[in-house]
């Protein structure tokens, strides 16, 4: 009987597309949280058959990949300018290109061709899921009174389950987070206003990742476009503060940017171009707040969104 609590994430950035790079505990381990794995996601043809009595046919699998979806928690990465790797390989598999500046900064902004890939090992209690060739997108949110996380969807080639022991990982390299609040998480600017009080944060790299398999061609898994959007909830102002409803009616975009977390293990997410869309207000705590949607717009291309660990 294997256990639900006993599972585990390996990932690995690979060099040549769908070639395990054979990924290890002692360095690629992934400390994750609310993990999914859809060990056979297929699309699948129905035979239709015509026969004198009544009853389904049978549907037969067209293609096969993997489909694993998990959180991992926003913190700083192994070092001033060093990258925790598993992470990393996530990252870079998410249509994000790395840039580190030795002993202050690793920065992840998105591409548009030469997306690189990654594969991971999931285990579930010894019953092993290899997915290579992955690729995907991923989603952070920022919630008061919360931990940050990261949220990655991704899709992988198919190869069957084994049974396989993965010894004991090594999760040194990932730092412990601190929770959204008045402390830990500065430096709002909305839509170049910098006095907004955050209740919360969202934002969806939102690629568009499809499973490929044609004919006299090797299976691949692709980013073909990227659709930056995600939402705000910020205490109502004055007009007089900001016209928030001006800036959505008459489609001013502006710069954003936030920084979360102490020197050492902080997080700073960057957008140079913001749309506001669908204002609504709500209630928090007998409070009246703005709820904004919002669209990430490149600038002077591939910036629509940067985010850098220091």
């Known amino acids: 009987m294997a256990s639900m609590r006993k599972r585990l994430i390996l990932a690995k950035r690979e060099t040549t597309y769908g070639t395990d790079p054979v990924p290890v505990v002692g360095t690629d381990a992934v400390l994750v949280r609310d993990l999914s794995v ?3 996601d297929a699309q699948y043809a129905d035979r239709s058959l015509i026969r004198p009595y009544l009853g389904r046919s049978d549907q037969i699998p067209t293609t096969a990949q993997y489909r694993v979806e998990f959180e991992v928690e926003l913190a700083g990465m192994k070092g001033l300018g060093v990258a925790t790797p598993g992470l990393s390989a996530l990252l870079r598999a998410c249509g994000l290109a790395e840039t580190i ?3 202050t900064s690793v920065a992840y902004a998105p591409i548009s061709a030469a997306f690189e890939s990654a594969t991971i090992y999931a285990y579930y209690d ?3 899921h290899k997915l290579t060739g992955a690729r995907g997108s991923v989603s952070l949110q920022l919630e008061k009174q919360a931990l940050p996380t990261l949220k990655f969807t991704l899709t992988g080639l198919w190869s069957p389950a084994s049974d396989s022991t993965h010894g004991s990982p090594v999760y040194t390299d990932y730092k412990t987070p601190v929770p959204v609040n008045a402390t830990n998480t500065t430096a709002l600017t909305l839509a170049g206003y910098t006095g907004a009080a955050l209740a919360s ?7 568009s990742v ?3 398999s044609l004919v006299g061609a090797s299976e691949q898994v692709l980013i073909t476009d990227r659709q930056p959007s995600g939402s705000v909830s910020i205490e109502a102002t004055t007009v007089a503060a900001k016209d928030w409803l001006s800036a959505v009616r008459n489609v001013t975009t502006g710069v954003f940017s936030v920084t979360h977390g102490p020197a050492g293990n902080r997080v700073k ?4 171009k913001v749309q506001l869309t669908d204002p609504k207000y709500s209630d928090s705590d007998g409070v009246v707040m703005l709820d904004l949607g919002l669209q990430f717009l490149p600038n002077a291309g591939n910036d629509e969104i940067v985010i850098t660990f220091l």
């Open 201 to 207: 944060l969202s934002i969806d790299l939102a690629n």
């Open 101 to 103: 500046v030795a002993t």
């Open 126 to 128: 010894g019953l092993l």
């Open 210 to 212: 499809v499973f490929r």
């Open 269 to 272: 997410i960057d957008a140079p």
């Open 38 to 40: 859809n060990p056979l």
